[in-house]
């Protein structure tokens, strides 16, 4: 494969692979390694995931991996304002995907709760987090060719409000038109304390996109993966 002419800034490694199935391996070994290491010294670690189809391989990967699983909390980035047996569901991408196998010993912490709409769920989903630790330990990010990452989606109304980096806030309803279902999402601020923060992308548009962000990374609310776009970051991508 020809190397993708992409320039990142200084601090941002980038691994590029042939094929999805090798980046997601060496992406599960990197995220396996980085847990144990942390579980040698902490007595529970975070996993942030995104939903969206490039992490399948990667959760299928992973869940192979033999670590300490009941010392892990999983948790999304974002999740579909869905039925968890609707297609839609990251919740059901995860538990068909990565939540089996050894990996099935996590705990699971949703972010959806009942309601009938994502405000009526804010409270309870944001208690169901207290107990985790910050920064969270490992987040795993995708991306739209909208410039979006886990549900910062520039259209929606409450950008604004979950892109500030002051906030407290750990989770905001966001109703972004372009989209068929509201969502939840966790905050700039959770996602980007991160420990260890992985951009995973597959296909050519994806650098297409990523090249547009970094041409003028200051305006982060026309393309929110700009704020995350930082020394620090792996990029993992396949065409
Ligand atoms: O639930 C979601 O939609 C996400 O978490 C979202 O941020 C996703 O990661 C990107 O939209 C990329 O999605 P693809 O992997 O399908 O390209």
Not at 1 to 10: A, G, N, W
Not at 22 to 28: G, R, T
Not at 107 to 120: F, H, Q, S
Request: hydrophobic share 45%.
């Amino acid at each position: 494969m020809k190397t993708p002419d992409i320039q990142f800034p200084e601090g941002i490694q980038a691994r590029f692979e042939d094929a999805p199935e090798s980046v997601a391996l060496i992406l599960a070994n990197a995220v396996a390694d980085f847990l144990r290491e942390r579980l040698a010294s902490a007595e529970r670690a975070s996993l942030v995931v995104s939903g969206g189809s490039t992490p399948v391989p990667f959760f299928e990967a992973l869940s192979n991996k033999a670590l300490d699983w009941h010392r892990v909390d999983v948790l999304l980035a974002d999740e579909r304002w869905v039925d968890e047996e609707d297609p839609a569901s990251n919740t059901r991408l995860v538990r068909d995907h990565l939540l089996k196998g050894e990996t099935a010993a996590a705990r699971y912490l949703p972010l959806k709760a009942e309601g009938r709409a994502p405000i009526d769920a804010l409270a309870r989903v944001s208690a169901g987090l207290k107990d985790l630790a910050l920064p969270l330990d490992v987040v795993i990010l995708g991306m739209g060719n909208d410039g979006h990452t886990a549900s910062l989606f520039p259209d929606a109304p409450e950008i604004a409000r979950a892109m500030n980096a002051q906030s407290s806030e750990w989770v905001v309803e966001m109703s972004p038109p372009s989209q068929p279902h509201p969502r939840i999402s966790l905050t700039r601020p959770i996602l980007e304390a991160a420990r260890f923060t992985a951009l995973h992308l597959k296909g050519r548009d994806k650098l297409e996109t990523l090249k547009r962000a970094l041409s003028e990374p200051e305006d982060v609310l026309a393309m929110p993966i700009r704020a995350f776009l930082k020394p620090g970051l792996q990029v993992f991508w396949s065409p």
